[in-house]
Structure formats: structure tokens, C-alpha cells
């Protein structure tokens, strides 16, 4: 059985043409995130918390019904791991059984070509959502709060689709991370005589600690041994439960003179996966460069945009190839305290890797959560 059979629906979430349409549905009563937090995703010099976002998405899960909060186990430092499951009520209500067509796709044990077409037909495509591994790239964490409020709230066409077509597993990758660095970043925020009163004055500055207990920067280093609580909830989910078909990981910060670099990644490929995954990557990457250059955002690279590829083995996007999973990676520009985008000459000249540039200006969070 090849990818390609397996993952046809998956495109679901990729096609940016709505070929057809579910009948408009009286919007949900949905908290947004300045209700909940005082400010929106995305505001200058402002960073929701761990706990903040584990009281939002509670407060979620009990007004929408298209969005099942699962715990996931606990972190080294004790906290709860939350993945918010996502899609139509109705899928909700068979999570069993798409989980299970899911599983049997992937391991493809005892399954004619004829059967393995029939579940194709009957699945949904599985979307993995992570944000925040590494808690100081602050654009993960704040996006997948905001992902998360869209898809239970919205109802345009395209929404509609994707809730119909897929199901979405939303995972907050390091919870003890996004605590650390958003209370330090906000630090003052809650005491009048902190000398970071002024929101203008915050910075990630003089951060104490890395953010994971034992292994600092590295828990992207341990998908394959999987030694620290988060990973083996991650991993658990990943490759016991759910075998999605694209497992979406972001990161910080795009090349210089840019916004964000998504895949294809640059040749040479891993030629130890199934030539499938590659050819996969790149129309997934493709796709989604198409969507924000048709929205007029320039900025994103691919390939000799900069050096990412498709060789270290370890990581949470890396190591779900070797599970025929379509691993996308993101590096995007961005945080709380706006930023410039500096003038790099080369940058500014179109080119196949890098196709609709974008001038050197002030940068603001939104506009990151607005890409991601
Ligand atoms: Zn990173």
C-alpha cells in the first residue's frame, strides 16, 4: 500500500478552493481570547500563559461542541498536557472509530489494496497542531490558542470543510516552557511597583533557566528515546494512538530578511524514506505558500532560502517520516516586542525559493499569528 492511498484525505485541509460547501450553521457562543485573557492573541507586548491557556481551552471544550480536550499526562514538572481535539460534531461523536481506520491505514497489517481504498474513503484526514516546543519562539504557543478559537468559532465555508474533512489534534508541545517564559516575559505585569510595569519595557531578557526541566533546548532531541514525560505523551499519541497524516511542528525564526521558511525543504532529500515523502512535503509546502502569497503576505521561504532539511532523525517532525507521516516544519520571525525586518539585498530579488519578498518594515506578533 502506498502513502498516497493513504493519506487522500488529507488534502482536505490544503485546498484552499472550496469545491463545495456545508449549509451556514448559527454561529456558537464561543469565548474569545480577550474575554478570557484581556487581550488578544497576538497583541504587542502581550503573552498568554500555560495556565491561562489550560483555563481557556477548559472554558472551550464546555461551550463548543466541536472540540473534545483530552489530557495527555503529565509534565516533568507536573503539570497536565492538553491536546484539543477538533473537528465536526458529528466525527466527534465516531472518534473510535476514525481513530481506528486511522491506525489500520498506517500499520497496514492484514489489509488488501481493496479494503485499504475502502477506509481511504471512509477516514478523515488526522492533522497534528503542535505549538510551543521551544517556549522561547513565543509565536507557537500563542498560535495554536488562536487556531484553536477559529475552529470552534467560525463558520465560513472553508471552516465548515475542513471541521467535515478532518480531525484536528491541537497539542501544546511543552507546558512548563510557555509558564516560564510567558510569566517572565509579563513579569511585573500583576505588581504596580515592578519596575516592568510599562508594557513597553518587557523583554525576554535575562530568562533564568531553559525551558524543559531536565534537557533545556534538546526536547527536540528526544522523539527517538523519548525519555522526558512530554515526548512519550507526544509520541504516544502520535504513533500509538492516532497516526496522523501530517504532523505540523513550529519553530522560530525565519531567515533573516523574511517572514517564515516552510517546506520543501532543500535537496538532498533523506533518501531513506519513501520517495513518496519528499514529493508530499514539497505539495503540502507548496500549498501553503500559494495560500499566503494569494492573501498578499510575501515573505516565506523554501528550500535555498536557508539550510533546513530533512536529515537529523530525532525530532517530533523529523522522526514521524519514518512512520510515512507527512512532517511539516515552520521557522517564522516574530514575538510580544515588535521586531524589524532588516534589509538583506538578496532577499529582495524573487526567485523560485523565495517568490514574493518582502520589504524591510516593522513587525508586529499578529502578523506572525496571522502566517502561522
Ligand atoms: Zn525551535
Redesign the pocket.
Known amino acids: 500500500m502506498t502513502l498516497r492511498r493513504i493519506h487522500r484525505p488529507a488534502w482536505a485541509v490544503l485546498a484552499v478552493f472550496c469545491a463545495w460547501s456545508l449549509s451556514a450553521q448559527p454561529a456558537p457562543k464561543i469565548t474569545p481570547p480577550k474575554d478570557a485573557l484581556g487581550f488578544n492573541i497576538g497583541d504587542d507586548y502581550q503573552m498568554a500563559s500555560y495556565s491561562q491557556l489550560d483555563a481557556y481551552w477548559h472554558t472551550l471544550a464546555k461551550e463548543s461542541d466541536r472540540m473534545k480536550l483530552v489530557d495527555m499526562g503529565p509534565t516533568e514538572e507536573g503539570r497536565r498536557q492538553y491536546m484539543a481535539v477538533i473537528s465536526s460534531p458529528a466525527n466527534l461523536k465516531q472518534l473510535d472509530h476514525y481513530r481506528e481506520i486511522s491506525r489500520r491505514l498506517a500499520r497496514a497489517e492484514d489489509l488488501t489494496d481493496e479494503q485499504a481504498h475502502a477506509l481511504a474513503r471512509d477516514g478523515k484526514a488526522i492533522v497534528w497542531i503542535d505549538g510551543g516546543?521551544?517556549a522561547?519562539?513565543t509565536v507557537?504557543s500563542q498560535q495554536l490558542m488562536e487556531w484553536v478559537y477559529q475552529m470552534v468559532s467560525r463558520t465560513d465555508p472553508e471552516t465548515m470543510r475542513f471541521l467535515n474533512d478532518c480531525i484536528f489534534l491541537d497539542v501544546q508541545a511543552n507546558p512548563d516552557g510557555q509558564e516560564l517564559v510567558a510569566n517572565w516575559y509579563m513579569r511585573g505585569s500583576e505588581n504596580p511597583k515592578a519596575p516592568l510595569k510599562d508594557p513597553q519595557a518587557r523583554n525576554m531578557g535575562g530568562l533564568p533557566r531553559l525551558w524543559a526541566k531536565y534537557i533545556g533546548?534538546d526536547d527536540?532531541r528526544d522523539f527517538y528515546m523519548s525519555n522526558m514525560k512530554e515526548t512519550t505523551n507526544m509520541n504516544r499519541a502520535m504513533f500509538v494512538e492516532w497516526y496522523p497524516q501530517i504532523v505540523y511542528n513550529?519553530?522560530?525564526s525565519g531567515p533573516a530578511g523574511t517572514v517564515i521558511f516552510m517546506p520543501p525543504f532543500r535537496d538532498p532529500f533523506n533518501f531513506n524514506f519513501d520517495p513518496l515523502i519528499p514529493l508530499d512535503i514539497e505539495a503540502v509546502g507548496t500549498a501553503m505558500h500559494s495560500r499566503l502569497v494569494a492573501e498578499g503576505k510575501g515573505g516565506s521561504v523554501m528550500r535555498s532560502g536557508t539550510g533546513y532539511s530533512t536529515w537529523w532523525n530525532g525530532g517530533l517532525r523529523t522522526i514521524s517520516y519514518f512512520h510515512n507521516m507527512i512532517g511539516i516544519l515552520t521557522?517564522i520571525i516574530g514575538g510580544p516586542t515588535p521586531q524589524t525586518i532588516p534589509l538583506v539585498a538578496d532577499k529582495q530579488l524573487p526567485s523560485g525559493d523565495w517568490p514574493m519578498p518582502i520589504a524591510p518594515q516593522e513587525w508586529h506578533y499578529r502578523q506572525s499569528i496571522d502566517c502561522r
Do not use: I, K, M, R
Open positions: 516546543l521551544h522561547s519562539e507557537g533546548h527536540n513550529h519553530h522560530q521557522e
